[in-house]
């Protein structure tokens, strides 16, 4: 700010709003490219599931695959985390659970946010839920991107613990929005 300019006080506004305007597209740019790394790594773990249970029945491979894979990835990329016998195994059961998620093609989910989901796959309460409206084999064409957005949305973790204490596919999906 310059001494005797009587414009001085108006400039310091229009600064602090550039600044705030500023802040807000970094974090916005920040969590964007957050979740696009989140989906990548979501549909990174459900091809590795595919695949590995493809092997597995197309060779008759038991648990021992797991764990030779597990130790050569570590091995070989020593540095990457997250790839162990269990989380490979969960990656083989997250597949199995969503068998059709990621075979149809996708616009990135990175871009979508709960404003531009329809306001039918927004959440909803509990005491709504139709629960003979089942996801579970999509029928519609936009029923897979839905459960695509839905499911890469979440970090690994969650995934894990709701395909673990929930069975029932709507009530997951309502969940995990």
Aim: charged content about 25%; proline content about 8%.
């Amino acid at each position: 700010m310059i001494k005797n300019d009587p414009n001085a006080p108006a400039a310091a506004i229009f600064y602090s709003e550039l600044l705030a305007d500023i802040k807000k597209r970094i974090r916005q740019a920040q969590n964007r490219a957050a979740m696009s790394v989140n989906a990548e790594m979501i549909r990174l773990y459900w091809d590795i599931g595919e695949m590995v249970a493809k092997r597995q029945e197309l060779e008759g491979w038991g648990k021992d695959l797991l764990r030779r894979l597990a130790a050569d990835i570590k091995d070989e990329i020593p540095e990457i985390k997250g790839f162990s016998e269990r989380n490979l195994q969960l990656m083989i059961q997250f597949q199995r659970e969503y068998p059709d998620l990621f075979i149809t093609p996708q616009r990135p989910v990175a871009e979508l946010s709960e404003t531009s989901l329809p306001k039918e796959i927004r959440p909803q309460p509990v005491a709504e839920i139709d629960p003979t409206n089942s996801i579970q084999s999509p029928q519609k064409p936009g029923e897979t991107q839905i459960m695509q957005r839905i499911v890469a949305q979440l970090p690994w973790a969650h995934n894990v613990i709701l395909i673990h204490k929930l069975k029932d596919l709507p009530i997951r999906l309502w969940y995990a929005r």
